[in-house]
Antibody
Framework: EVQLVESGGGLVQPGGSLRLSCAASGFTFSTYWMSWVRQAPGKGLEWVANIKQDGSEKNYVDSLKGRFSISRDNAKNSLYLQMNSLTAEDTAVYYC????????WGQGTLVTVSS | DIQMTQSPSSLSASVGDRVTITCRASQGIRNDLGWYQQKPGKAPKRLIYAASSLQSGVPSRFSGSGSGTEFTLTISSLQPDDFATYYCLQHNSYPRTFGQGTKVEIK
């Protein structure tokens, strides 16, 4: 069974940093593109970034380039999102999703940016 | 960026109704489109991939059609479990973009 479990969310002050993790199981992690998608409270879905199977290619939504960084560790079956210089507008549930076609999603982890 | 214009933004329907949701892409995306269902407090669930292929385990009352710039999600006979918000997503080019969502409510 495919499972994606996000962790690392929480309350962080404006200007702070946070690193999210997504633990994958039930499939060969190293053979799939992986993505992060976020959803602000009461709002729609926003694609954040994706990363190629071997980590050699990374893509980001323009508005987050330079502040967010996606990475992966295939030996640990894990995906990461490093988020820096956080603002209130980054408050959202962050989901990891599998593959080019976003076929499986984790349950999400809530990031709240507030003083 | 490719804009995905989804309509309607909400609709009220009764159990047994046929429901149609449309996504229009600002430029051609071949069939690089998926449809997702999201219930409150839950992660999105893929229903349709490649515009018209039914995800394994998804009831056959869901269907997708279209190619290029016009796409449709149809629920042939709305069931109580189908009241949710639906999104389209294009993965043809970067950035990936979602439609604004359609909330399907009980009439």
């Amino acid at each position: 069974e495919v499972q994606l479990v996000e962790s690392g969310g929480g309350l962080v002050q404006p200007g702070g940093s946070l690193r999210l993790s997504c633990a994958a199981s039930g499939f060969t992690f190293s053979t799939y593109w992986m993505s992060w998608v976020r959803q602000a409270p009461g709002k729609g879905l926003e694609w954040v970034a994706n990363i190629k199977q071997d980590g050699s290619e990374k893509n980001y939504v323009d508005s987050l380039k330079g502040r967010f960084s996606i990475s992966r560790d295939n030996a640990k079956n894990s995906l990461y999102l490093q988020m820096n210089s956080l603002t209130a507008e980054d408050t959202a549930v962050y989901y990891c999703a599998r593959s080019w076609g976003f076929d499986y999603w984790g349950q999400g982890t809530l990031v709240t940016v507030s003083s | 960026d490719i804009q995905m214009t989804q309509s309607p933004s909400s609709l009220s329907a009764s159990v047994g109704d046929r429901v149609t949701i449309t996504c229009r892409a600002s430029q051609g995306i071949r069939n690089d489109l998926g449809w997702y269902q999201q219930k409150p407090g839950k992660a999105p669930k893929r229903l349709i991939y490649a515009a018209s292929s039914l995800q394994s385990g998804v009831p056959s009352r869901f269907s997708g059609s279209g190619s290029g710039t016009e796409f449709t999600l149809t629920i042939s006979s709305l069931q109580p479990d189908d009241f949710a918000t639906y999104y389209c997503l294009q993965h043809n080019s970067y950035p990936r973009t979602f439609g604004q969502g359609t909330k399907v409510e009980i009439k």
